[in-house]
C-alpha cells in the first residue's frame, strides 16, 4: 500500500465511495485461488458477503460447466435472479467483454435490463491478443443499453477512450452522465502510473465535469487504484477477478475481504461507503 506521502489527503470527506466487486470475470481459475466464485451458487453466495461488506455494485461474469468463460444469457439471468433476492438492491452491472463471445453475443444479456453493463469504446492489447472493440460492435452495444434502460460503465483502457466515450454522449448514442472506469495494469495496455491516473481524472473532469469516475488496478495495482481514487474523490473497485491475492504471499479469502479492505480505506480518508441506494443516486439509476 502506498503511504501517506505518496497520497496525500485530499478533502473530499464526507463524499460517499461506491464499492464494486468484480466477483469472478473470465480468467481467474480456482488452479488460482479456490475461493474464486465459478457456478452460479458460488457467484451468489460471494457477492452476498461482499455485498454485507460494503459493495454497492456487483460486476458478474458467467461461467460454463466446465469453467470457461461464456455469455450465456440463461446463465446470467438465474445469477440476476439469485442476486437479487439475496443482495437486495445491489446494482447489478454486467459484462460485455471480448473474453466471454464475440459480435452481438457479447450483447445477449441486455435485454434481462441489469442495471448496468461494462462497455469498452475502442480496442486495445491484452496481455496474448488484441482486445477488438470495433467501431460497429461498439455502437451496437450502446443502442441495446439505451433500449433497455441499463447503464454503461465505460471501460478506459487508454486514454482515447475517454474521448471517445465524452464524443459518444455528446451526440446522443450514450445517456449522460458518464459513469467512466479507469482501467490500469493490464498486460499490453496502461500500466499504473500515478502521473497518468491524475491526467485521466483531470482529462474527464475538463471534458465531461459531470462525469463520475471510478478506479480499477489489476493484480498488486489493486490496492494502489482503490487508495488513489478513494482519496481522490472518485469510487473503486475491487475483487477476485482483478487480483486473487491480498498480497504477494496471501491468497484473498473471498471477495467479501478485499471489500473489506477498501473499506477500510474509506474510513482513513473520512470517505462513507456508499449504500446501494446512494450510489443508485449517484449514478442516476432507477430505484431498485
Known amino acids: 500500500m502506498s503511504s501517506d506521502e505518496d497520497t496525500p489527503r485530499l478533502d473530499h470527506s464526507e463524499k460517499p465511495c461506491i464499492l464494486c466487486v468484480a466477483i469472478t470475470g473470465s480468467v481467474p481459475t480456482k488452479a488460482d485461488?479456490?475461493?474464486?466464485?465459478?457456478?452460479?451458487?458460488?457467484q451468489v453466495?460471494?457477492?452476498?458477503?461482499?455485498?454485507?461488506?460494503?459493495?454497492?455494485?456487483?460486476?458478474?461474469?458467467?461461467?460454463?460447466?466446465?469453467?470457461?468463460?461464456?455469455?450465456?444469457?440463461?446463465?446470467?439471468?438465474?445469477?440476476?435472479?439469485?442476486?437479487?433476492?439475496h443482495c437486495p438492491g445491489m446494482i447489478l452491472q454486467f459484462s460485455?467483454?471480448?473474453?466471454?463471445?464475440?459480435?452481438?453475443?457479447?450483447?445477449?444479456?441486455?435485454?434481462?435490463?441489469?442495471?448496468m453493463a461494462s462497455l469498452a469504446v475502442g480496442s486495445n492489447n491484452f496481455p496474448t491478443r488484441v482486445y477488438e472493440n470495433p467501431p460497429d460492435l461498439v455502437d451496437w452495444l450502446a443502442a441495446e443499453m439505451l433500449t433497455h434502460d441499463v447503464k454503461p460503465e465505460i471501460e478506459a483502457f487508454d486514454l482515447s477512450h475517454i474521448f471517445q466515450a465524452?464524443?459518444?454522449?455528446?451526440?446522443?448514442?450514450?445517456r449522460g452522465p458518464l459513469y467512466?472506469?479507469?482501467v490500469m495494469g493490464v498486460k499490453n495496455a496502461m500500466p499504473v502510473d500515478r502521473a497518468v491516473f491524475d491526467f485521466y481524472v483531470e482529462t474527464?473532469?475538463?471534458?465531461?465535469?459531470?462525469?463520475?469516475?471510478?478506479?480499477?488496478?489489476?493484480?498488486?495495482?489493486?490496492i494502489?487504484?482503490?487508495?488513489?481514487?478513494?482519496?481522490?474523490?472518485?469510487?473503486?473497485?475491487?475483487?477476485?477477478?482483478?487480483?486473487?491475492?491480498?498480497?504477494?504471499?496471501?491468497?484473498?479469502?473471498?471477495n467479501g475481504a478485499l471489500v473489506r479492505r477498501a473499506a477500510e480505506l474509506c474510513e482513513k480518508y473520512g470517505r462513507p461507503v456508499a449504500t446501494p441506494g446512494q450510489a443508485r443516486e449517484i449514478l442516476g439509476l432507477r430505484p431498485a
Request: glycine letters at 14%; a neutral charge.
Open 96 to 115: 460485455t467483454g471480448g473474453r466471454s463471445g464475440a459480435g452481438a453475443a457479447r450483447g445477449g444479456m441486455l435485454p434481462l435490463r441489469p442495471d
Open 180 to 182: 467512466v472506469q479507469f
Open 33 to 42: 485461488n479456490p475461493a474464486v466464485p465459478i457456478t452460479v451458487t458460488e
Open 224 to 254: 494502489l487504484l482503490n487508495e488513489w481514487s478513494i482519496a481522490a474523490g472518485g469510487h473503486t473497485r475491487t475483487g477476485l477477478e482483478d487480483n486473487v491475492r491480498l498480497d504477494r504471499k496471501t491468497l484473498a479469502p473471498s
Open 45 to 85: 453466495e460471494s457477492t452476498q458477503e461482499a455485498y454485507e461488506a460494503g459493495a454497492a455494485i456487483a460486476h458478474c461474469h458467467v461461467r460454463a460447466d466446465d469453467g470457461t468463460p461464456t455469455s450465456d444469457p440463461e446463465r446470467f439471468a438465474r445469477l440476476k435472479e439469485g442476486l437479487e433476492r
Open 204 to 222: 474527464l473532469r475538463r471534458l465531461a465535469p459531470d462525469a463520475q469516475w471510478c478506479g480499477a488496478g489489476i493484480g498488486a495495482g489493486q
Open 166 to 174: 465524452v464524443k459518444m454522449a455528446g451526440d446522443g448514442r450514450l
